[in-house]
């Protein structure tokens, strides 16, 4: 028996939600879509400067910022930092483009001198400073919007571009390619040490990186804001759709946030009870002995992922290895492939799919097993080789590879979407689908137990030998290190056979013998 069939699209791995609240109070700018981290605070590793005239953060050690840090060095690195800073001026003050808009009032970006681009011209054309252009109390102009780069939230600094400063200055180094296609590709600006833009990754990454952030916040300890603009920069440039997904390298710096995360994320669904309902389902979290992941993302039919997952579940439960349960993803997969390409409906419904399909099916997954030997058979620059591809299975782990229907695996699919009709009969029935079924005899054999029933069949000579004990056939196979009176190898040459021996050598089948016979009571004798 079985849970009721649920509605809708097939449910992905859960995803908590995170606590706004919290994060927006530890740095979250759901306006400006960055992480911020003001230095200073006792989250975070970074520190104000020790310069008492700077207002930029500092990282390390002797916590001085990156431009009274060059200073410093260029000044011989003195032991006593707090004279160096007393005795040294601050550098200049620390522009942050988004923060302060143009001072007379212009939606754009201010300069240095505090106005933007075209009130600074405009000031040095009347040959004004920056306060006797203020006092001339000008009309404020408008803006042009945010930055052309579509990942950018910054406020365009020029007309003609439509960029902001920074991509301003990206695109004139990149040689000023085509304006929207440069655009497109180009990344968020990640130069200011103390924020974290996370407008360019995808939406499920980010809610996932909020959620690994909270729960780091939460085990306390001091988070490195380099560390998580290294993990986001990686999310981006691999286009990571699904953290969970993603497959980190096991060592490096740039990505020990992103194992974390993605650690938290999976204990955050490791209840039974959620895995139960997963298309990525976690083993581990069904039973603590079993390790593995069956994959389901690609089954479509919401009665087959309800099927799949009350299969997986009832394995689980009973005891199955990994390797059994597994299979159980690999065998629904395959018979959703072909509801897909081949039924009507993509086999959305139980009820459409029938005995008729069911038969279709076996047909068609015959027909793979041929596929695949000639995948393997043919060169990987034939181009029939792509044709035949096209008709098995992708990986999800890398698509450019195909699963192969073997003879061993052929019998191993069919079995298992046998069991899984049966053993949920009842709920098939009340789906108005209690037609699927397969038969015994329609579950191919093992090519292991065909080889062992050639072995097996019974020797028409009925000799003695030590290979004829075992009633395998050809008898004349006499055990290594090992001459019997009655027994000459097939290959028809004798092998310490002696004169006594009256059976002839036989090479040919077993039906076709119509020789003399001997008691298989008789014992071999040692020539």
């Known amino acids: 028996m079985t849970a009721l069939l649920p509605t809708g699209a097939p449910a992905t791995t859960p995803m908590p939600e995170p606590d706004w609240a919290y994060l927006a109070a530890h740095g979250l700018d759901r306006d400006a879509d960055c992480l911020r981290f003001p230095a200073g605070e006792p989250r975070h590793t970074l520190r104000r400067c020790a310069h008492p005239g700077c207002e930029r953060p500092a990282s390390r050690k002797p916590w001085l910022c990156h431009r009274c840090r060059a200073a410093w060095v260029v000044a011989g690195s003195p032991a006593d930092v707090q004279a160096w800073c007393v005795a040294t001026p601050p ?48 009309t404020p102009r408008p803006g042009f919007g945010t930055c052309r780069v579509s990942v950018c939230p910054r406020t365009a600094g020029l007309r003609r571009t439509r960029l902001c400063g920074s991509h301003q200055r990206q695109w004139y180094d990149a040689g000023r390619p085509d304006l929207n296609t440069w655009a497109a590709q180009a990344d968020p600006i990640y130069t200011a040490i103390d924020e974290v833009p996370l407008s360019g990754v995808q939406p499920l990454v980010r809610l996932q990186v909020l959620v690994g952030y909270q729960a780091q916040l939460g085990a306390g300890g001091r988070i490195s804001p380099s560390q998580v603009k290294s993990a986001v920069v990686w999310l981006r440039c691999h286009d990571s759709a699904d953290l969970l997904a993603a497959a980190l390298p096991a060592v490096g710096a740039t990505t020990t946030y992103l194992r974390v995360w993605q650690k938290t994320l999976r204990l955050a669904a490791d209840s039974p009870a959620t895995a139960r309902r997963s298309t990525v389902i976690q083993l581990a979290a069904l039973s603590p002995r079993l390790r593995g992941t069956v994959h389901l993302t690609d089954v479509h039919a919401p009665w087959l992922v309800h099927l ?187 092998r310490g056979k002696p004169a006594t021996c009256a059976l002839p050598a036989w090479t040919g089948t077993p039906s076709a013998w119509s020789g003399p016979t001997a008691p298989m009571s008789s014992a071999p004798t040692r020539s």
């Open 91 to 138: 550098p200049p003050e620390r522009r942050i483009y988004e923060v302060r808009p143009c001072a007379v009032g212009c939606d754009r970006p201010m300069e240095a001198s505090g106005l933007c681009t075209s009130c600074a011209s405009e000031a040095r054309k009347r040959g004004l400073t920056a306060a006797a252009y203020l006092a001339t109390q000008p």
């Open 308 to 494: 799949a997952q009350e299969q997986v579940w009832a394995l689980a439960a009973a005891g199955a290895s990994d390797a059994n349960v597994m299979n159980v993803g690999h065998a629904l997969r395959w018979f959703a492939l072909f509801l897909r390409n081949q039924w009507p409906d993509q086999g959305r419904s139980a009820r459409g799919v029938g005995r008729a399909g069911v038969m279709a099916y076996l047909e068609w997954l015959g027909q793979r097993v041929h596929d695949s030997a000639a995948f393997q058979r043919l060169d990987p620059a034939d181009p029939r080789r792509a044709v035949v591809a096209e008709r098995l299975l992708p990986s999800l782990a890398d698509p450019t590879r195909r699963l192969l229907v073997t003879p061993q695996r052929h019998q191993t699919h069919v079995r298992i979407l046998k069991d899984a009709f049966n053993r949920h009969r009842q709920w098939l029935h009340e789906q108005g689908a209690g037609d699927l079924n397969i038969a015994d005899e329609e579950v191919p054999a093992a090519p292991a137990a065909r080889r062992r029933a050639a072995r097996r069949t019974p020797c028409p000579r009925r000799c003695s030998c030590s290979c004829c004990a075992t009633t395998s056939w050809p008898c004349c196979r006499p055990a290594a290190g090992a001459t019997w009176s009655n027994c000459t190898p097939a290959s028809g040459g004798a």
